[in-house]
């Protein structure tokens, strides 16, 4: 520390000594209160100035963290389109896998567009009991544009909101993609490109917008006390169900179910692709749950991460070993595909209470999961309902029973959460199968049985996924 107006001097004799030990406590008086002085004025800083310089800084910090978090959480949860297209490509036929390319990546930008002209506003932008309203395209607010461009008046304000506008826009646009991709899925092999685009667009501006108001936005089931945490009804459910009633109007692929009642077994093309892209679905799923706390501004919000984020992989393993048990009694073999199936099971099941702290739920949950994923499988084969990737028994049926497992493991009420299944279902089912319908009946939704024989990849794309390979006709066998 340095010292202003202290002599440096010499001593040179006794005298001068002496009279410098008198000098020495009279400035030592006088320095203890300087000294005093000192102290009182640091602490009231500590107690005036401080606090608040710290507040300032913690406010930016925080919404840093949270604009930062919605941004990594959303790349992850776009990142689950990779998954689903490994897994759909490696499902199908050889003769169809570069549809579904197309196809993951057309539904991801449809979403993309969608959601900013019209999705975010319905679902979020002065939401009454049933839907938001519309006035523009969701966009940067005017003080954030103003602060980009050097106007620091409107940085408090700005900073108050939370996180950057754009961040949460983006977060909750690749849930909408995600939604998206589980139709995919279900109608592999057999339905029209152009027809399938027709039916996203109409879901991602319009079906699940209105779900997402009624819950998430603060519309009437929110109200109610309807418990999502992430989405296993509002995201998996309403896929499962647009996929339902497209599997319905569109129909089985040719000779899937024979005329004796028996089903013929479609063997995956690239069974590495599909497990490859069940991890990459476990990877992203991290964001999807994770992110849903909205928030990482704390010690409170870094330790819901940490359990949400450590549930949903417990409930995952769960799911894989509960479908890995129950396939040989039910399938008949172990059967890989439904295993993998399974661990898709768990996360959509504990995806509506992923923040539970009993962590033994969670497994049970997940568990259950993937046993009803199995069971799910045959039963639609009984019903005659052709699911090429299991998608229904996974998102659909596992997401009834995360909803429903909330009121076990994390409070929801029952009646509450019977009502938002109930709702929601006859909403997304009866507009998608209007929408399917009317599809149908206008620019058609199935290809032809020419484009079936041959695959959509040649008759739509001119081109194929595996060039080198010979492909072998098809038997009834």
């Known amino acids: 520390m340095r010292h202003e107006g202290r002599s440096t001097r010499a001593v040179t004799s006794e005298p001068v000594r002496h009279g410098l030990g008198l000098g020495f406590f009279r400035f030592a008086g006088r320095s203890r209160w300087r000294t005093a002085g000192l102290i009182l004025v640091f602490t009231l800083s500590l107690v005036f100035i401080v606090p608040q310089a710290y507040a300032a800084v913690t406010a930016e910090t925080q919404f840093i963290l949270n604009s930062f978090s919605f941004l990594i959480w959303g790349a992850l949860v776009m990142w689950m389109c990779a998954g689903f297209t490994m897994l759909e490509a490696g499902s199908v036929r050889t003769k169809n896998a570069s549809v579904i390319c197309l196809k993951n990546i057309g539904l991801y930008s449809i979403a993309g567009i969608t959601y900013y002209l019209v999705g975010y506003n319905l679902m979020y932008v002065d939401v009454t009991s049933w839907v938001g309203s519309f006035a523009h395209p969701y966009s940067t607010t005017g003080d954030e544009i103003a602060l980009l461009g050097g106007d620091e008046s409107v940085a408090e304000g700005v900073i108050e909101g939370g996180y950057s506008t754009m961040s949460d826009w983006f977060f909750q646009m690749v849930f909408v993609a995600t939604t998206a991709s589980i139709v995919s899925g279900t109608l592999a092999e057999r339905v029209k490109l152009w027809s399938f685009f027709i039916f996203i667009v109409l879901l991602t501006a319009f079906i699940y917008p209105v779900i997402g108001s009624w819950t998430w936005g603060g519309g009437w089931l929110s109200q109610m006390g309807f418990q999502d945490f992430a989405g296993s009804t509002i995201v ?45 679905l476990w990877l992203g799923w991290f964001g999807f749950n994770g992110g849903s706390q909205l928030a990482l501004s704390g010690a409170v919000d870094a330790i819901a991460l940490s359990n949400i984020l450590a549930n949903t992989n417990l409930a995952a393993a769960a799911g894989v070993l509960a479908a890995i048990s129950l396939s040989r009694p039910i399938m008949g073999r172990v059967d890989l595909i439904t295993s ?21 739920w969670a497994v049970v949950i997940g568990a259950i ?109």
């Open 369 to 477: 999961g993937g046993a009803i994923v199995v069971l799910g499988v045959k039963l639609l084969e009984i019903v005659k309902v052709d699911d090429v990737v299991g998608a229904v028994p996974a998102h659909l049926f596992a997401g009834v029973w995360g909803t429903l497992a909330v009121c076990i493991a994390a409070g929801g009420d029952p009646a509450v959460q019977i009502i938002g299944i109930l709702a929601i279902g006859a909403f997304v089912f009866g507009t998608s199968y209007l929408a399917w319908f009317i599809i149908n009946r206008t620019v058609g939704a199935r290809i032809t049985e020419a484009v079936e024989d041959l695959g959509q990849d040649a008759a739509e794309l001119g081109i194929e996924s595996y060039p080198e390979f010979v492909l072998m006709p098809e038997t009834d066998d």
């Open 236 to 280: 998996h459910s309403t896929g499962g169900w647009a996929a339902l009633a497209g599997a319905l109007v569109v129909g089985a692929r040719k000779g899937k179910f024979r005329a004796d009642g028996s089903v013929k077994v479609t063997a995956p093309s690239n069974v590495p692709a599909v497990t490859l892209g069940v991890f990459i």
């Open 340 to 360: 993998l199936n399974g661990a898709i099971a768990g996360l959509v099941a504990i995806t509506a209470g992923p923040d539970i702290v009993d962590h033994y």
